[in-house]
């Protein structure tokens, strides 16, 4: 049986539209992909069995409510890898 979390692709494309916005001491793709994991581990999976099932999430996700869950996920999730990033980041001199 194949099944895909629809939440892993909402969330990958907002991080992708947000992350020149977001306040990071470092963007590199580790502390995105950090980023990346933290949020999906505090959002409720979306389970999906097709494509039709991906269109339909994504239809909801036009709901701005649910645009607006994810994306503070997302911010909370760069709060937290800034203060503990996975990698020790050099100071720019
Ligand atoms: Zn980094």
């Not at 909801?60 to 869950?69: A, H, I, K, L, T």
Request: proline share 5%; with cysteine.
């Amino acid at each position: 049986m194949n099944v895909k979390n629809a939440m892993e692709i909402l969330v990958e494309e907002a991080l992708n539209n947000y992350w020149s916005q977001l306040q990071l001491p470092c963007k590199c793709n580790i502390c995105k992909t950090d980023v990346y994991a933290i949020t999906l581990n505090n959002l409720p999976p979306r389970y999906i069995s097709n494509e039709n099932g991906l269109a339909f999430v994504k239809a909801e996700n036009f709901d701005d409510q649910s645009r607006v869950n994810i994306l503070n996920q997302i911010v909370k999730a760069t709060g937290v890898v800034a203060v503990r990033p996975s990698h020790e980041i050099k100071p720019s001199s």
